[in-house]
C-alpha cells in the first residue's frame, strides 16, 4: 500500500542519515524489516538506552508500547542484549525460551546494519522473529519484539481443526 512505502522510504532516509552509502542488501533489509513486522503489533519499540562500562554491569532501560500504553523499565544482565531482552520480558512476561541469538552484517564496514535473528519457544512452539539496524543492540530488541509480537498474534488465533492453540 502506499502507507507502506511512505513508511519504507522514512526508514530510508533515516538510515541514509546514519550511513554514507547504501547498498542494495541495505535496501532489502529495509523491505525485509516492513514484512517482519506482523499487521497487528501489541508491542513497539518506543526507546531503548543502555549503559555498558568495563568492570560494570550492564544496565538496559527499554520505553515499549504495549496494547496503546507507553511503559518503561529497567534490567542488568551479562551483556547489552541481554539486560534488552530482560527489560522486555518484564514488561511483557511472556515466558519465552531464548533458543537462538544470531546476529550477520548486512553489507561490509563498520556503518554496517546488523541483522538480528532469535528463535524463542513458548509451550512447546517455536517462534522466529527478525530485526535490522546500524546498532545491533536496538537490531537485538526490535528482532525480539518481532517474536514476541508473532507469539501474541498467534496466541488470540485458534487452529481451524484443533480448535484452541
Known sequence: SEEELN???????????????????????????????????????VSLR????????????????????????????????????????KLTETGVNLQLYSVNAITTGTDSQGEVTVRVEKDGRVINGQGAD???????????INALNKVINSADRTHPQLGDV
Open 7 to 45: 513508511e519504507v522510504f522514512t526508514r530510508f532516509k533515516t538510515l541514509a542519515d546514519k550511513k554514507h552509502d547504501i547498498f542494495d542488501e541495505d535496501l532489502l533489509a529495509l523491505v525485509n524489516e516492513a514484512a517482519f513486522e506482523t499487521e497487528n503489533e501489541t508491542i513497539k519499540l
Open 134 to 144: 546500524t546498532d545491533i543492540v536496538i537490531a537485538s530488541a526490535k528482532s525480539y
Open 50 to 89: 543502555v549503559c555498558c562500562e568495563t568492570g560494570e554491569t550492564p544496565c538496559a532501560t527499554m520505553t515499549l508500547n504495549i496494547d496503546g500504553t507507553e511503559q518503561q523499565a529497567e534490567a542488568s544482565g551479562d551483556g547489552p542484549v541481554d539486560a534488552c531482552f530482560k527489560a522486555i520480558e
